[in-house]
């Protein structure tokens, strides 16, 4: 619903990009139960960047700004990276370069 209300400058942008935002805290407090909250302060900020980093792709591709949008497109693969990283960290268990392909598929 974010994309959409971004890419058609619906009234309700506000609305749905701060509701998309909160999935962020509500996916680190998913790790708190196994693996404390350091790891909830680090998952919620990797993926509130991941979410930013996707609207502002979505902005500059709207806008037509090619350039800003392969750097940003560069910014949010940088910041999958960082996730995969993490959580390879917490759980070595996570095939981290499966878990790559599956991301990359997502980005």
Same mark, same amino acid.
């Given at each position: 619903m974010a994309i959409i209300s #971004?890419?058609? $400058?619906l009234p309700d942008? $506000?609305?749905t990009v701060g509701r998309l935002l909160q999935n962020a805290t509500h996916m680190g407090l998913s790790l708190e139960p196994f693996y404390g909250?350091?790891?909830?302060k680090k998952y919620s900020a990797? #993926?509130?960047?991941h979410l930013v980093i996707a609207a502002d792709l979505v902005k500059a591709a709207k806008a037509g700004n090619q350039n800003a949008a392969a750097a940003i497109e560069k910014k949010w693969y940088a910041n999958g990276d960082e996730i995969i990283e993490f959580l390879n960290s917490i759980n070595p268990y996570i095939d981290k370069e499966e878990f790559r392909k599956m991301f990359y598929e997502h980005l």
């Amino acid at each position: 619903m974010a994309i959409i209300s #971004i890419v058609f $400058n619906l009234p309700d942008v $506000n609305v749905t990009v701060g509701r998309l935002l909160q999935n962020a805290t509500h996916m680190g407090l998913s790790l708190e139960p196994f693996y404390g909250e350091d790891a909830v302060k680090k998952y919620s900020a990797l #993926i509130k960047d991941h979410l930013v980093i996707a609207a502002d792709l979505v902005k500059a591709a709207k806008a037509g700004n090619q350039n800003a949008a392969a750097a940003i497109e560069k910014k949010w693969y940088a910041n999958g990276d960082e996730i995969i990283e993490f959580l390879n960290s917490i759980n070595p268990y996570i095939d981290k370069e499966e878990f790559r392909k599956m991301f990359y598929e997502h980005l």
